[in-house]
């Protein structure tokens, strides 16, 4: 089955700079990539998500690139802000269907 | 418009105990997946539920359990109740058809004693 790896686990940035978070995946089957951001004690909610027809997405101040040779994705938040602290999991699916998670990282932005 | 819903929030069961916890998709959508996460883990997806079937199955064992209703609910069962068990237990609904974006709800934490 698939199994994702994300890295780092904890991430530490100044406010204002960029965070960059990594994954990759097992399965050259999977097709969709979604990312989540999980704040303590909430639910995980959807920030963005790529296809692997797509090469990159951007959604303001957050993007996803993927890379399907190599099998690894990632996320990238620029302009960072104290409210982007939470826990960030990345996942990979062959379509909608058996969803496997990455571990997750814990973004701190110190003000 | 409500977005997905679990009963209970939060239950406390002895090891060897039962546990049934429910779910109530967003509106509109009709599939319903379960997924377990433990403390400081990503979550692990259980199973998947589409026109009152199991669709997908993760690597859990028989003592999880599942159901949906004709209104497209759902239910996670869990006999024979481990300490391992003790977790956040996520529902997440999406629409068939549809895009592939699926949508949480806050969770039932499970403690088993």
């Known amino acids: 089955g698939e199994n994702v790896e994300q890295h780092p686990s904890t991430l530490s940035v100044q406010e204002g700079d960029s965070a960059v978070i990594k994954c990759t995946y097992s399965?050259?089957?999977?097709?969709?990539f979604p990312w989540y951001k999980q704040e303590l004690g909430k639910r995980p909610q959807l920030i963005i998500d790529i296809r692997s027809n797509v090469g990159e997405k951007k959604d303001q101040r957050i993007a996803v690139t993927l890379n399907k040779t190599a099998k690894h994705f990632s996320l990238h938040i620029t302009e960072t802000q104290p409210e982007d602290s939470a826990v960030y999991f990345c996942?990979?699916?062959?379509?909608?269907?058996?969803?496997?998670f990455g571990a997750g990282t814990r973004l701190t932005v110190k003000p | 418009d409500a977005g997905v819903t679990q009963s209970p929030t939060h239950l406390i069961k002895t090891r060897g105990q039962q546990v049934t916890l429910r779910c109530s998709p967003k509106?509109?959508?009709?599939?319903v997946s379960w997924y377990q996460q433990a403390l400081g883990q990503g979550p692990q997806f259980i199973f998947q539920?589409?026109?009152?079937?199991?669709?997908q199955r993760g690597n859990f064992p028989d003592r999880f359990s599942g159901h949906q209703f004709p209104n497209y609910s759902s239910e996670l069962n869990v006999n024979a109740l481990l300490l391992g068990d003790s977790a956040l237990y996520l529902c997440?609904?999406?629409?068939?058809?549809?895009?592939?974006?699926?949508?949480f709800g806050p969770g039932t934490r499970l403690t088993v004693t």
């Open positions: 996942a990979a699916s062959m379509g909608p269907n058996d969803m496997r």
């Open positions: 539920y589409y026109e009152e079937e199991e669709r």
């Open positions: 399965d050259s089957a999977s097709n969709y």
């Open positions: 509106s509109g959508h009709d599939t």
């Open positions: 997440a609904s999406r629409q068939s058809g549809s895009s592939f974006e699926q949508y």
